[in-house]
């Protein structure tokens, strides 16, 4: 079995699970590090994108009213431990799992693999405009955990109406397309006109066709915006399953590089750590897989190593692209 075809195995299952689960009576709680939208009826857990949002607007006003001595501690203390409940999940999640949360389990990562999959099925060449972009595009992923965290803040506040509690869901393509995939169209339709939430409403429609086109010519194309990615990249140094490299196996081949869906280089420049991390890594391994220098690249949960690189399994397995 390769990491590749194991990855597929475990991308689909999670897909099947995050996404049909509630059907089923699974409910894996409301603070998961990956888009599985609460939006899809049968949801089987929670995106803790949406749980973070609610509780930037739950936190705030109440600690500030303690302070001011217009409200109760006992209010203040209940939205804190809301709060903290909720990220002690989210965060011992992304310390287990690190960035393979993205590259094995987020049901809207595959979806975005299976527009890729089309793409090659039709022998479309990946956009080169899009790649030659993508340090400036990546850093918007930064702007929208500010959005994400800011205007709900406001809203909370009384300062911009409810309809920006979900500020980022308002405007999250996964809300109009994974509920899509289960045959739920209702959230495609335009409400009533007027008011901040058609124009969200018409903001997301446009936003979706865009990324749809965006998502079909780049691979992960999506990825490079998600403020889930950016959260996770916070907490990289206390991840526990993640990539690692001995400089001195590597003799350069590229073949990391190259397999890379998300265009990578960190990872095939680092000449002295072994730690190597790249911001928009998705934590599929897929390098590790290609390289063919013996031990050049691991796979580490802690101290053990789960996958090693080797120039046999590389040449007998290159699969010669990341999905
Ligand atoms: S709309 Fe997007 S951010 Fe909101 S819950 Fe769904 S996947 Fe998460
Ligand atoms: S970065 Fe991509 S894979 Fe990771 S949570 Fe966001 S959409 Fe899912
Ligand atoms: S650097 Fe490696 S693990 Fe990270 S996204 Fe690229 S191929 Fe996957």
Redesign the pocket.
């Known amino acids: 079995m390769t990491i590749s075809r194991l990855r597929l195995i475990v991308q689909h299952l999670s897909f099947v699970i995050l996404t049909f689960g509630g059907n089923f009576k699974i409910s894996l709680g409301s603070s998961l590090p990956c ?5 899809i009826g049968s949801c089987g857990g ?2 803790y ?2 749980a973070l ?1 609610r509780s930037m607007a739950w936190l705030w006003p109440p600690i500030v009213q303690a302070l001011v001595g217009t409200g109760s501690w006992t209010q203040a203390w209940n939205s804190t431990t809301y709060f903290l409940g909720g990220l002690a999940v989210f965060v011992g999640l992304v310390i287990l799992l690190g960035k393979s949360w993205c590259g094995w389990l987020c049901p ?1 990562g595959v979806v975005q693999d299976w527009l890729s999959r089309i793409r090659r099925l039709f022998k479309i060449r990946e956009s080169e405009i899009l790649l030659n972009n993508k340090q400036r595009i990546s850093m918007l992923k930064y702007v929208l955990l500010f959005y994400l965290l800011f205007l709900p803040s406001l809203s909370g506040f009384g300062l911009l109406p409810r309809d920006f509690v ?1 500020a ?2 308002n405007i ?1 393509v ?2 109009l397309i ?1 509920p899509m995939v289960t045959g739920d169209l209702n959230h495609w339709i335009l409400g009533a006109s007027g008011g901040a939430r058609y124009i969200y409403a018409v903001i997301l429609l446009l936003l979706t066709g865009s990324m749809s086109i965006g998502m079909f010519f780049k691979d992960r194309f999506f990825c490079l915006f998600c403020p ?1 990615l950016a959260i996770i990249d916070l907490l990289r140094p206390f991840h526990i399953l993640r990539l690692a490299k001995d400089p001195s196996a590597c003799r350069g081949c590229g073949n990391c590089r190259r397999n890379c869906s998300m265009d990578n280089q960190t990872i095939y420049l680092e000449r002295v750590k072994k730690r190597v991390y790249d911001p928009d890594c998705l934590g599929c391994f897929t390098c590790s897989e290609g390289c063919a220098s013996d031990d050049s690249l691991s796979v580490r949960f802690g101290p053990l190593t789960l996958f090693s690189s080797s120039r046999r399994y590389s040449s007998r397995n290159l699969t010669g692209g990341g999905l």
Do not use: I
């Open positions: 888009l599985s939208c609460p939006f929670g995106c994108l949406m949002q809207f979900l980022f869901c999250c996964a809300k994974m889930m």
